[in-house]
Nanobody
């Protein structure tokens, strides 16, 4: 099992930056894959970025090079650096982990981008 705790959300103006953190209760080195999802009001949850155990990353098309996912195994933490934020990036951002055939989710952190 793994518990995930997100932090770093907040209110930012369009064009600004935020860095989200996801602290895991166990070594991220052993977690098959971790990711960030987001869910805006009235919309389905969608994948933002994923990082696999070998370090490979992938991003949703809407990221357009603005976000970077990274993992610090020494701190058991996954980050999402978000730059050039847009109002349409406003959503609750969730940390996700896939471990031993199970899916785990954090509680989410709110990101609000004002125009």
């Amino acid at each position: 099992q793994v518990q995930l705790v997100e932090s770093g959300g907040g209110l930012v103006q369009a064009g600004g930056s935020l860095r989200l953190s996801c602290a895991a209760s166990r070594s991220t080195f052993s977690i098959n894959a971790m990711a960030w999802y987001r869910q805006a009001p009235g919309k389905e949850r969608e994948l933002v970025a994923r990082i696999r155990i070998g370090g490979s990353t992938s991003y949703a098309d809407f990221v357009e090079g603005r976000f970077t996912i990274s993992r610090d195994n020494a701190k058991n933490t996954v980050y999402l650096q978000m730059n050039y934020l847009k109002p349409e990036d406003t959503a609750v951002y969730f940390c996700y982990a896939y471990l031993d055939g199970y899916n785990y989710w954090g509680q989410g952190t709110q990101v609000t981008v004002s125009s």
